[in-house]
Every structure is written in structure tokens, then in C-alpha cells.
């Protein structure tokens, strides 16, 4: 049953990366079939097996023989192992079918980030209504939940405030969603731990300050990350965060 999970995961993680990279070229994610990024053909259906193809092809497509963006198998791979490890944790739950979505978000919005930096509003929105109904469904919708991105979003005022550049819209939009749907702890801890992981790449990238950043995958990673863990880490390290 674990690998019909990671398996299905693969399958939806490369469902939403196609939504991502249909969402920048404007296109309707549901209409006609996947096309080559080269080319334009249509890509044979053997070879929209999420990871297998991929490595059958030897990371070419097929038409081209033009190189397949590896972000692609990346996300198919860390989702597909991140769903087997909640299905471990959590069984069919309402846990992990939250996470489920939670996933798809975080996938759409690094392939977005990734292509053309931007982290689009409508995605946001979208995800944040199904988690209103989700929770609301599941006796989960509480006043705390909006305090907590409240909270979040007057804690970025204020480094707007102080610093103009550095952060971009959407980041501080995903991080205000990410703590709607998994808490104020885990949303300051989440941004804390994104924010030591980008200043660690930024060095060994050795990037400018005022270069452009693209801080959304990192945060996708961080997220997935630490929601398995359940911060149990941190929660070792910090002890009397949670007293
Ligand atoms: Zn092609």
C-alpha cells in the first residue's frame, strides 16, 4: 500500500508541476496533453511515468532528445517519498490529506517560482479557500487561525517597514498561508529555519545583496521537512518555545 502512495504522490506532484508551468504560459491546465518544452509535440503517454520515464529516457525527451528540466524529477521524487513517510505517520487521515494538498501547493508554487519568480496570488487564494472548507469541515476552523496569520502578516509590516528590499510579496504571502494552515509556531519556525537554509546557499552561491533571489523552493523544502518532523527537533533544541 506504501508504494501505491508514494506512487499516486509522483503522479500528483507531476500533475501540479504541469499546472505550475501552464500557469506562466497562460494556459488552461486541464485541456490537451503534456507537450514537449522544446518542440511543442505531444508527449507520448509511456513517457509521462513520473521518475520512471524520466530515467527510461535517461533525462531526454524523447521527440528532441533535449534535456528534461531536472526540477521536475526532483519535486516528483521528494514528494512521492514525503507521501510514503505521512502515510507511515499518519494513515488515511485528515492529517495526511491535508498534507496531501499542502504538498500540491508547495509543488506548484516552487515551478512557478523556479520559471518566473513569482508566486501567483490565484494559486494562494485557491489553496487558502480549500483549507477554510477543509478545516471547517473537520472542526478544525478557529478564530486562532487568524490571529496566528494576523500575527504573521503585522510581524512582515514591520520589516517592510524597517528594510524596503529583501523579502518579495509573495514569499510574505506564502509564509501568511503557511502559518493559516499549520499554526504560528511552525510558520516563525518555518521562516526562521528558510531563512538560515537561503543565507547558507546564498553564500556557497556566493550572491550579491539586492540580487535576485528565488526563495519559494527553499521554503517549499523547509516546510515538507519540517511538517514530517514534526519540529521535533527544534522542539528538542528550544524546549520552552512550547512551555
Ligand atoms: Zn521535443
Known amino acids: 500500500m506504501i508504494f501505491v502512495v508514494s506512487f499516486i504522490g509522483a503522479v500528483v506532484a507531476s500533475f501540479c508541476c504541469v499546472v505550475g508551468e501552464r500557469y506562466i504560459l497562460n494556459e488552461s491546465f486541464l485541456a490537451g496533453r503534456s507537450r514537449c518544452n522544446y518542440c511543442r509535440k505531444n508527449v507520448r503517454l509511456i513517457d509521462l511515468i513520473p521518475v520512471i520515464s524520466y530515467a527510461l529516457l535517461r533525462g531526454k525527451s524523447h521527440c528532441c532528445r533535449k534535456k528534461i528540466p531536472t526540477d521536475y524529477v526532483c519535486i516528483e521524487l521528494l514528494v512521492s517519498v514525503s507521501w510514503a513517510i505521512a502515510y507511515a505517520k499518519w494513515g488515511i487521515s485528515t492529517e495526511s490529506i ?76 506564502l509564509f501568511i498561508l503557511l502559518t493559516f494552515i499549520l499554526g504560528l509556531y511552525e510558520g516563525m519556525l518555518i521562516l526562521l529555519f528558510s531563512c538560515m537554509f537561503a543565507l547558507i546557499i546564498g553564500l556557497l552561491m556566493k550572491k550579491r545583496r539586492g540580487q535576485p533571489f528565488i526563495f519559494g523552493p527553499m521554503i517549499a523544502f523547509v516546510t515538507v521537512g519540517s511538517t514530517l518532523c514534526e519540529m521535533v527537533l527544534v522542539k528538542t533544541i528550544f524546549p520552552f518555545w512550547f512551555l
Open 98 to 173: 491535508g498534507y496531501a494538498v499542502l504538498t500540491c501547493l508547495l509543488s506548484i508554487i516552487t515551478i512557478t517560482d523556479l520559471r518566473a519568480m513569482i508566486i501567483p496570488n490565484k494559486i494562494l487564494g485557491c489553496f487558502f479557500l480549500f483549507f477554510v472548507l477543509f478545516y471547517w469541515s473537520t472542526n478544525q476552523l478557529s478564530i486562532g487561525r487568524f490571529v496566528d496569520s494576523l500575527f504573521m502578516f503585522l510581524f512582515f509590516l514591520c520589516i517592510v517597514f524597517f528594510q524596503k528590499e529583501g523579502i518579495g510579496g509573495g514569499d510574505i504571502k
